[in-house]
């Protein structure tokens, strides 16, 4: 399998070729994602071009990852993956798809590949980062549940309490 992704493709160019792009992209091409979340392991990338009628280009696949982030509830850090399925067109200016896909102008343009596939995977990473209910519980919680009944907690207050309480 080769590794080595191209940095740019041209959508029109590929789809005619149906072009089937496999391979890796390294943290430090992706310094969006990387400023959001510390990645663990190079991003895998598998998309494929195709020719989706007149001035219509189709791009389908996958591109995942791992990263590290910190669980806000409490407060571990924690490895979770971050994919993104794409299903996106590539059209002229005031293209609209004819299947709800979304889609790019820039059919004829460069596409630098890193910035897509950080849209893409941007658009699909969780806005806040946690494990999975009941798997974990915020520092000092479980006395504190027996203080007061569950109505009357307040997440954000617990949140107030332990960043003004750093030790
Ligand atoms: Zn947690």
């Known amino acids: 399998m080769q590794d080595a992704l191209p940095d740019t493709v041209i959508p029109r160019r590929a789809g005619s070729q149906a072009l089937r792009l496999s391979g890796r992209l ?22 494929v071009f195709s020719e989706a009628g007149t001035d219509r280009v ?37 293209a609209v798809s004819a299947h709800a896909r979304e889609v790019l102008t820039g059919l ?24 999975e209910a009941g798997d974990c519980y915020p520092p000092g919680a479980i006395e504190e549940a027996e203080e007061l009944p569950p109505a009357r907690r307040n997440p954000f207050g617990d ?9």
């Open 26 to 47: 390294p943290g430090a091409a992706l310094p969006r994602l990387s400023a959001a979340f510390r990645q663990v392991e190079a991003l895998r990338v598998d998309l």
């Open 58 to 94: 189709l791009v389908t696949g996958q591109a995942q990852t791992r990263v590290r982030a910190r669980c806000q509830r409490c407060l571990e850090e924690f490895e979770m993956g971050i994919n993104a399925d794409i299903e996106v067109e590539f059209g002229l200016p005031d």
């Open 108 to 131: 004829d343009d460069k596409l630098l590949l890193s910035e897509f596939l950080e849209d893409e995977l941007l658009l699909g990473a969780p806005m806040t980062t946690l494990h």
């Open 159 to 167: 949140l107030t309490k332990l960043l003004g309480n750093k030790d």
